[in-house]
């Protein structure tokens, strides 16, 4: 097995699964259990997986997603949420009333989540696998919560897809380390610094200008902007009014 580090250098996002392949049960369940081994805020393990079985299913995810083919192809497709039903659930279960803190549920086990994301793809590269996370879950928030049943206290995050991969990407680039690593205190870039990092990143786009990019995503009318009355309005249906997930 690849070192640690190898495994990490040599991620890249894919997005073409061979259909015709499989995965062992076990290296599912391996991928599973190394997720869970990531760590957790006070050890509650804010955050579940759905893995999605049912193809209909699938298929109303990847149209939901913005018709994302890869979410359809990859073997294993799963969405990580934040749980804070479960803990909430456990609280009561022993007398105690449940807190509320929307707010802090969400980073709390948005951080959960996302740890054991991160776990399960780089468990997954290891043993030779692509993986894509799909953000495009996002689009339809309130669509997914009710496709998968999730209670109060419970809201979508990510979707990963994990599959055998029909070819190798090149790598994408990133910003040079000091663009995001900060000694002691934060240092705003200046333009010096600021056309030193579309130059690293150029080559993400194919005009050769990775403000194609951030515009699509973050401009004034971006992907972002479009996204966000929903999940204010799913986070206050699953988190703000719904409880922090009171059982
Ligand atoms: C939170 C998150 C959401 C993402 N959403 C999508 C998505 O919806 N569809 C997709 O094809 N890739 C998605 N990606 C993959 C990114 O596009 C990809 O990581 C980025 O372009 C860098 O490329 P690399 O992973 O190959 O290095 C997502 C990645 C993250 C971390």
């Known amino acids: 097995m690849k070192p640690c580090t190898e495994v990490m250098a040599d991620h890249r996002t894919v997005r073409a699964y061979d259909r015709e392949a499989s995965i062992p049960e ?8 190394m997720a869970q081994r990531a760590s957790t805020d006070a050890t509650a393990q804010l955050y ?6 049912d193809l209909e299913l699938r298929q109303r995810i990847a149209d939901l997603a913005g018709g994302q083919r890869h979410v359809l192809d990859a073997q294993e497709f799963f969405v990580f949420l934040v749980d804070f039903y479960r803990v909430s659930s456990l609280l009561t279960f022993r007398g105690e ?3 509320h803190y929307p707010h802090l549920a969400f980073l709390f086990g ?21 993986v894509a996370f799909i953000g495009g879950i ?3 928030p309130r669509e997914l919560c009710d496709l998968l049943g999730l209670p109060p206290g419970v809201l979508p995050l990510v979707g990963l897809c994990v599959g055998v991969p029909r070819h190798r990407p090149p790598l994408r680039p990133r910003l040079p380390l000091d663009a995001v690593v900060h000694v002691d205190r934060y240092h705003p870039p200046d333009r010096t ?13 194919s005009s050769g200008d990775w403000l194609d990019v951030l515009r699509r995503y973050f401009a004034r009318g971006g992907v972002m902007e479009r996204r966000e009355e929903a999940f204010r309005r799913v986070w206050e249906e699953q988190l703000k009014d ?5 059982a």
């Open 138 to 140: 996002q689009n339809h």
């Open 242 to 246: 719904g409880s922090t997930g009171r």
């Open 48 to 53: 579940s997986i759905v893995r999605i079985r």
């Open 110 to 130: 948005a951080v959960d989540a996302s740890l054991a994301a991160q776990n399960l793809a780089l468990a997954a590269e290891s043993m030779g696998y692509g």
């Open 193 to 205: 610094h600021l056309a030193a990092m579309f130059e690293a990143m150029a080559p993400i786009s």
């Open 26 to 33: 076990a290296h599912v369940e391996t991928m599973l259990r």
């Open 97 to 99: 009333e449940p807190g």
